[in-house]
């Protein structure tokens, strides 16, 4: 089956890492193409709901005030029988001057590609040369008629990618994390852990980079 998705609603879905529910739709036309998207399916389409729960990290919670004890009473103490005249008081040395904070940059992330299939289907990656494909072909008896024997080749095939131009790096992540998502959501229980493994993995490239969240200052 061959699986179409629009590039404007995987953007919708990078928003999806906030804790809160999302609702997915699975969209189906006559051909067997598939859309996800965050809106009911249009009418004459087969259409399945999912609602999950969006991932997020918890707001840090600040540590309570602990209480003040109160502070216990000195006795008065005797006058002392002869007083000597008190030392004049030593200046403290002034605390050196602190270095200002200093601001690590981010670096851009990493490069993607857009990257077409001998069968023309398209898909983002991080390998400008992907592995090649080995693709079946028929084979034929000496005769010509189906070979029965249980013969096989493959032709060797290579995908072919395009860098994506910079300026756009930072939509083209987001939708490369939020298609993981996707695949991550609507997995078969068996195969879940491996593909939420990936989208964490994006997220976090993503959440690291120039693209993520401003600049952390370092002491």
């Known amino acids: 089956m061959r699986r179409s998705a629009c590039l404007a609603l995987l953007l919708a879905w990078a928003g999806a890492t ?8 699975r969209c189906t036309d006559a051909h067997d193409n598939l859309t996800v998207q965050n809106q009911p399916c249009p009418k004459g389409m087969r259409q399945e709901k999912k609602i999950v729960q969006g991932v997020g990290r918890a707001p840090a919670q600040g540590p309570g005030a602990a209480p003040v004890a109160p502070a216990a009473a000195v006795p008065p103490t005797a006058p002392a029988a002869a007083s000597l005249p008190a030392a004049a008081p030593v200046a403290a040395a002034p605390d050196p001057p602190t270095a200002p904070a200093q601001t690590a940059p981010r670096l851009p992330p990493p490069a993607l590609y857009a990257c077409t299939r001998y069968d023309q289907q398209r898909y983002l990656g991080e390998v400008a040369e992907p592995a ?54 609507f997995a078969v229980p068996e ?14 490239v ?3 980079s120039s693209c993520g969240a401003p600049d952390q200052k370092v002491p």
Request: charged letters at 30%; proline letters at 8%; a negative charge.
């Open 206 to 208: 993503l959440e690291a």
């Open 132 to 185: 090649p494909r080995c693709v079946p072909l028929p084979t034929t008896s000496l005769d010509g008629s189906p070979d029965k024997t249980g013969g096989s080749a493959c032709e060797v095939l290579r995908d072919r990618c395009d860098a994506l131009p910079e300026a756009g790096a930072c939509d083209a992540w987001q939708n490369y994390v939020a298609e993981a998502e996707t695949h991550w959501r």
């Open 191 to 204: 195969h879940a852990e491996p593909l939420r493994q990936e989208f964490l993995r994006r997220q976090q």
């Open 18 to 25: 906030q804790a809160e529910e999302v609702v997915f739709y």
